[in-house]
């Protein structure tokens, strides 16, 4: 985005992912998926740390999911969950101020 413009694709691809991320439970969800030891996180770890239902968290992962920003497999009777580093490599890029712009100077600051 600050070196070239995005195309329309890109832009609704990365608007998908930063809607899904502008809920403070998915936000969560990411963190603690991304956190999790071994970097993969199990549907029933992800649903002590909320004060919402178990259909509400599934909900939020499958927002998840649809934005490209996790993946997952069934195993037996529970649904593991990862991050899709891809993904996180993509937003990470479009918000990453390049050096020597007044933005990344003043990131620096502090």
């Avoid at 899904?20 to 993969?40: F, K, M, N, Q, T």
């Avoid at 499958?62 to 580093?85: C, F, H, I, N, Q």
């Amino acid at each position: 985005m600050v070196r070239e413009p995005l195309g329309e694709e890109a832009a609704v691809d990365l608007a998908r992912m930063f809607k899904a991320l502008s809920d403070p439970v998915r936000l969560r969800l990411l963190s603690l998926i991304a956190s999790h030891e071994g970097g993969e996180a199990c549907v029933c770890d992800l649903t002590g740390p909320f004060d919402v239902s178990q259909p509400t968290i599934s909900h939020h992962l499958k927002v998840l999911r649809e934005a490209g920003l996790v993946d997952s497999e069934r195993r037996g009777t529970w649904v593991y969950y990862w991050v899709l580093p891809a993904a996180l490599a993509q937003l990470s890029a479009l918000l990453q101020a390049p050096a020597g712009t007044a933005a990344a100077a003043a990131g620096s600051i502090g």
